[in-house]
C-alpha cells in the first residue's frame, strides 16, 4: 500500500471510531455527563450548565425529569433557582433585583443566597456568578450604610467628609450623578444644596 493510502485509510478508520461517539453533537447527554465519574465536566458551575441548558434544555429531562424536579438524578433545577427552573432570582424582579432583593432577604434570610454556586457560603462572592453582598453593601451583607447609621443617619457627614461622595455615587445606589435612583437611595439634593 502507498503511504499516501495508508494515510487515507487511517483517517477513514479513525472517522468511523469517532463519530459514533460523538452521535449528535453537543445536544448529546454524553458530552455534558460523564457515566463513568457520575458527574458533570468540573466547569459546570455556573457557566457550563448555563450555556448548556440555553441551548439544549431538552437534554436535561432525561435525568432531570420531564418537570426538571429532579428526577432520577434527585437534583432538582428549583435547587438552586428561586424564580423558575431557568431563573436564578424571583421572577418578580425582573430588571429590579437592586431594590427587590431588600426585601427578600428580610423576608427569608441570608440563607438561600448563601449557596456555594451563588454568592458563595459565606456571601463572599463566586467568580462568574453572584457578586459579593458587600461588592454594594458598605455595612456587611444585608446592611447597606455602615451599621451605626441605622440610629443616626447624620453620621454620614463624617462618613463623606472621609471618603468623599464617590463612594455614594454609584448607578444602583444614589445614582451616577447622585441624582438618585428609582427604588433606590434619594438624590442627596432630596435634603442639601450642593
Ligand atoms: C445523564 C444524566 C444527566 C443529564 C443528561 C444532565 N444531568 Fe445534571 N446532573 C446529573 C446528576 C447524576 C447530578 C448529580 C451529580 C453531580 O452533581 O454531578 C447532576 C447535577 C447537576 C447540577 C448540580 C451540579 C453541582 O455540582 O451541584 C446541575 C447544575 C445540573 N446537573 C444541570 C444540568 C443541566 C442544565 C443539564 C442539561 C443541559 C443536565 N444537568 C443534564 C445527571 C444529568
Ligand atoms: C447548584 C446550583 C444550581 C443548580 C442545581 C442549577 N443551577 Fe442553573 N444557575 C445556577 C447559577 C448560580 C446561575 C447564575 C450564573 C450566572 O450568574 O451567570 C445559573 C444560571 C442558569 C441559567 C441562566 C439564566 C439565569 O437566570 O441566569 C439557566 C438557563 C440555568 N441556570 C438552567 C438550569 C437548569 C435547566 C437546571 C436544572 C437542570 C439548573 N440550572 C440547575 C445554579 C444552579
Ligand atoms: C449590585 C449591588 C448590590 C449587591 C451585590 C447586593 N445588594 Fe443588597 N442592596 C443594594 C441596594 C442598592 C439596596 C437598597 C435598596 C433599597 O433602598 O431598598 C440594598 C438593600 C439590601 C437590604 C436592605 C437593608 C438595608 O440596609 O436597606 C438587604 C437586607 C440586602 N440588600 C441584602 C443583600 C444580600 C444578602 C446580598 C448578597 C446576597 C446583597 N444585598 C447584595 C444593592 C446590592
Ligand atoms: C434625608 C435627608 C438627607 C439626604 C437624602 C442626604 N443627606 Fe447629607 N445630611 C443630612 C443631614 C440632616 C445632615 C446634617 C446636617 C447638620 O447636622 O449640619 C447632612 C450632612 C451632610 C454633609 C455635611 C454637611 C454639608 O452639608 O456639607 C455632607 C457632606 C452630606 N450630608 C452629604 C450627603 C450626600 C453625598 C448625600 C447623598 C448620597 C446626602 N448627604 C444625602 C440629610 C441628608
Same mark, same amino acid.
Given at each position: ?38 458527574? !458533570? ?39 438552586? !433557582? ?62 447597606? !450604610? ?49
Amino acid at each position: 500500500m502507498s503511504s499516501l493510502r495508508k494515510t487515507i485509510l487511517t483517517v477513514v478508520l479513525l472517522a468511523l471510531a469517532v463519530l459514533p461517539l460523538a452521535g449528535c453533537g453537543d445536544t448529546n447527554s454524553q458530552s455534558t455527563f460523564d457515566a463513568n465519574s457520575g458527574a !458533570h465536566p468540573a466547569d459546570w458551575l455556573p457557566l457550563g450548565h448555563t450555556v448548556a441548558a440555553e441551548d439544549h434544555l431538552e437534554t436535561c429531562t432525561e435525568c432531570h425529569g420531564g418537570d426538571l424536579a429532579g428526577g432520577i438524578s434527585k437534583v432538582p433545577c428549583a435547587q438552586c !433557582h428561586l424564580g423558575n427552573n431557568e431563573a436564578v432570582h424571583p421572577l418578580q424582579w425582573g430588571s429590579y433585583a437592586y431594590a427587590l432583593h431588600a426585601n427578600y432577604v428580610k423576608l427569608n434570610g441570608t440563607a438561600s443566597c448563601a449557596e456555594a454556586a451563588c454568592h458563595g457560603t459565606a456571601l463572599e462572592g463566586v467568580p462568574g456568578s453572584g457578586p459579593s453582598c458587600t461588592a454594594c453593601h458598605l455595612g456587611g451583607p444585608t446592611s447597606k !450604610h455602615p451599621q451605626l447609621w441605622d440610629t443616626n443617619i447624620t453620621l454620614h457627614m463624617g462618613y463623606v467628609a472621609q471618603n468623599g461622595t464617590a463612594a455614594c455615587q454609584n448607578a444602583l445606589c444614589h445614582g451616577a450623578a447622585l441624582q438618585g435612583v428609582f427604588l433606590s437611595g434619594p438624590s442627596c439634593n432630596a435634603c442639601h444644596q450642593f
